[in-house]
């Protein structure tokens, strides 16, 4: 299934998302000019650190956008209901649509979305069955980042040893404690609430329950997994090669489509 593309309308997720590219701009900025590259010059770190901090950065900024302008299953106007399964639609009481079990009418989108997992204004898009695997991975690669970068401004002043051939006239340079202070706060602020939500997202995928049927408090059949994880898993991210769980850049091919094995909200 190729990306489509889905912008909502939406000042407030706007900000949201403004607000988490700038933290990612700022430490892909400071993080390497003030610890990488001159640690690099003076032998104490590894061309492969460098490395490793960016791939993390792209795929962690990559995913965000993926996933803020991805359509996350929003249903078309009049959508064709196969004969064999008509008993798995049911009617929106919102939008008097047609829509196949276990999808969500987004109040602030203003539509359906298959298999809806909740609205994120962090990402400013609903996440739903077309974009959950995306979700996913900047939840994982924003944790990476945010650790990587923690660990590099406690070594920084920990660990390493002094810098030596460093021009500490540099504007940048003589505001190097505040800058890193701040990056540290950052860093401990994102990876704090993104292992709080990726947590809840492995959780919900192992037991096949969305977010929304999770606080629907739908029946206890539906909280109990009836699948094995690496099905689950496979059906989120549209295969069943685990390496290609992990990139962003591919397109996603649902496995199938199956709204009959659990109840909807």
């Not at 492969?48 to 249903?75: E, H, M, N, Q, W």
């Not at 002043?157 to 890193?180: C, G, Q, S, T």
Request: contains cysteine; hydrophobic residues 45%; charged residues 15%.
């Amino acid at each position: 299934m190729g990306l489509s593309l889905h912008f909502v309308v939406d000042p407030q997720g706007w900000c949201c998302v403004g607000a988490i590219f700038f933290i990612w701009l700022y430490n892909t900025l400071f993080v390497p000019k003030l610890i990488l590259f001159p640690r690099f010059e003076e032998g104490q770190i590894s061309v492969a650190a460098i490395l490793a901090y960016y791939l993390t950065s792209i795929f962690c900024v990559i995913s965000l956008l993926r996933a803020s302008i991805a359509d996350p299953g929003k249903l078309q106007d009049s959508p064709k209901i196969p004969l064999t399964e008509k008993e798995l639609w049911e009617l929106c009481n919102k939008c008097n649509m047609m829509r196949p079990k276990r999808s969500h009418h987004c109040s602030r989108c203003g539509h359906c979305v298959r298999r809806m997992d909740h609205h994120c204004p962090w990402i400013n898009n609903c996440v739903g069955e077309d974009n959950h695997w995306l979700f996913l991975q900047l939840c994982f690669y924003t944790q990476l980042l945010s650790g990587y970068t923690l660990v590099l401004d406690f070594c920084h002043y920990y660990y390493f040893l002094p810098l030596k051939a460093i021009n500490w006239d540099m504007v940048i340079f003589r505001h190097e404690l505040a800058l890193l202070r701040i990056s540290t706060f950052m860093g401990i602020v994102m990876f704090g609430g993104m292992c709080s939500l990726f947590y809840t997202q492995i959780m919900g995928i192992l037991t096949d329950t969305t977010t929304i049927e999770k606080m629907a408090n739908c029946c206890d059949e539906i909280s109990r997994a009836r699948k094995p994880w690496q099905q689950t898993f496979s059906e989120v991210f549209g295969t069943r090669w685990k390496i290609l769980w992990f990139i962003p850049f591919r397109r996603r091919r649902p496995l199938r489509v199956s709204y009959y094995f659990a109840n909807h909200v």
